[in-house]
C-alpha cells in the first residue's frame, strides 16, 4: 500500500493536467462572485466528489477503483480537486447565462452531458475503472441528482444573499 | 435494525435543527456541513479501510445505518452544536453544549458496536471520544473562520 501512488503513468499525469487547465480556466475567468460564493461553490463541488466516491466508489458497493487501486492514495485527493472547479463554473456559466424557469432543464441536461462525457474521459485516461456490474449510464442519475441539486441550492442562496461582487 | 435506528436518529437530529434558532447563516451552516462532511468521511475511510482499525459491517442493512452516521448524523449533530455553542456567553453552557454533543456520538457509536455495524480491531472508544471532541473545535474554528473572513450580505425583504 502507498499512500502517494501506485505506478506512476498515465492516471496520474493526466489528474495533474486536468488540475492545471480547470485550475487555469478558474483564474482566467473574471471574479464576479463574493469570495464566501465561489468557496462555498467550490467546496460543494470538492464534497459532492468526496460523498459519491466514498459511497458508491468505495466500501460494500464498491462500484469503481480510482488510480489504479482500491486504497486511498494523494492522487485520488487530486481527482476530487478537480469537481470543485466545475462546480464553480456550473454556477458561474449558470448565472452568466441567466437560466430560469424554460432553460433550467436544458441547463442541467446540458452539464450532465458534460459530465457524462468527462466519466468516460477518465475511464479512458485509467482514472476511473468500473467494476462489480456498474456501467457508465448510472452515472446519469448521480449528475441530475448533484447537478439539480447545486442548482436548486444556488438558487436558494441567491434569493436570500447577495452573490455578486460589484452589487 | 441498525438503518431504523440510524435513520430514526437522523431524522431527529435534523428535526432538532430545523427547530432550534439558527445564530449562524445558511452560508455559514453549509461551510460546517460540508468541511465535517468531508473529514468524517475522510477519517472512517482511513482508520475502518486503510488502516483496518475498526471492522464495518458487510450486511447492506446495517451498512446503510454506518452511511448514515457517517454522513448524516455526524455533520448535522455538529451544526446543531455550532449554532447553540456561538451564541452562548458563559463559558460553562458552551462547555456544557460542547460535552452534550459529543456525548451523544460517542453514545451513537457505543450503539453502533451493540447493533454490529463495527467491531473494533485495534482501536477503542477513547480514540473515537478524542476524535469527535477534535470534530467539534474543528467546526467552531471553521465558523469563526468563516465570520473573520467574509461579509456576507443578506438580502434585504
Known amino acids: ?167 | 435494525m441498525a438503518f431504523t435506528i440510524f435513520f430514526v436518529c437522523a431524522w431527529l437530529i435534523i428535526s432538532v435543527f430545523t427547530v432550534i434558532p439558527k445564530r449562524l447563516t445558511l452560508i455559514e451552516n453549509t461551510f460546517i456541513f460540508l468541511t465535517t462532511s468531508v473529514i468524517s468521511i475522510n477519517w472512517t475511510w482511513i482508520i475502518n479501510e486503510e488502516l483496518k482499525y475498526v471492522k464495518i459491517t458487510e450486511d447492506p442493512s446495517n451498512y446503510a445505518g454506518f452511511l448514515i452516521f457517517r454522513s448524516i448524523i455526524i455533520p448535522t449533530l455538529l451544526m446543531v452544536q455550532v449554532n447553540l455553542y456561538n451564541p452562548s456567553s458563559s463559558p460553562v453552557k458552551k462547555a456544557l453544549i460542547l460535552i452534550a454533543s459529543v456525548l451523544c456520538l460517542v453514545l451513537l457509536t457505543i450503539l453502533s458496536r451493540v447493533l454490529d455495524v463495527s467491531d473494533y480491531k485495534d482501536w477503542n472508544l477513547g480514540f473515537d471520544a478524542i476524535y469527535y471532541v477534535s470534530l467539534h473545535l474543528f467546526s467552531i474554528g471553521v465558523s469563526k473562520l468563516i465570520r473573520k473572513s467574509t461579509r456576507i450580505e443578506v438580502k434585504q425583504p
Open chain 1, 1 to 167: 500500500m502507498n499512500f502517494l501512488w501506485e505506478i506512476f503513468d498515465k492516471n496520474e499525469i493526466s489528474i495533474m493536467v486536468l488540475i492545471a487547465i480547470a485550475y487555469t480556466i478558474f483564474f482566467i475567468l473574471p471574479f464576479k462572485f463574493k469570495r464566501e460564493i465561489t468557496w462555498l461553490f467550490m467546496l460543494l463541488g470538492f464534497t459532492i466528489g468526496v460523498f459519491f466516491d466514498f459511497t458508491i466508489g468505495g466500501g460494500l458497493f464498491d462500484f469503481f477503483k480510482l488510480n489504479d487501486t482500491d486504497h486511498y492514495e494523494l492522487f485520488d485527493f487530486c481527482y476530487y480537486l478537480i469537481f470543485a472547479p466545475f462546480s464553480y463554473f456550473f454556477i458561474y456559466f449558470y448565472d452568466t447565462f441567466n437560466v430560469n424557469k424554460k432553460t433550467f432543464i436544458f441547463y442541467i441536461l446540458l452539464w450532465i452531458i458534460v459530465g457524462v462525457i468527462m466519466q468516460w474521459v477518465f475511464t479512458k485516461l485509467g482514472i476511473v475503472e468500473f467494476q462489480n456490474g456498474y456501467e457508465i449510464s448510472y452515472s446519469f442519475a448521480v449528475f441530475v441528482i448533484t447537478q439539480t441539486f447545486t442548482a436548486l441550492y444556488f438558487e436558494l442562496i441567491r434569493s436570500r444573499f447577495r452573490v455578486l461582487k460589484n452589487i
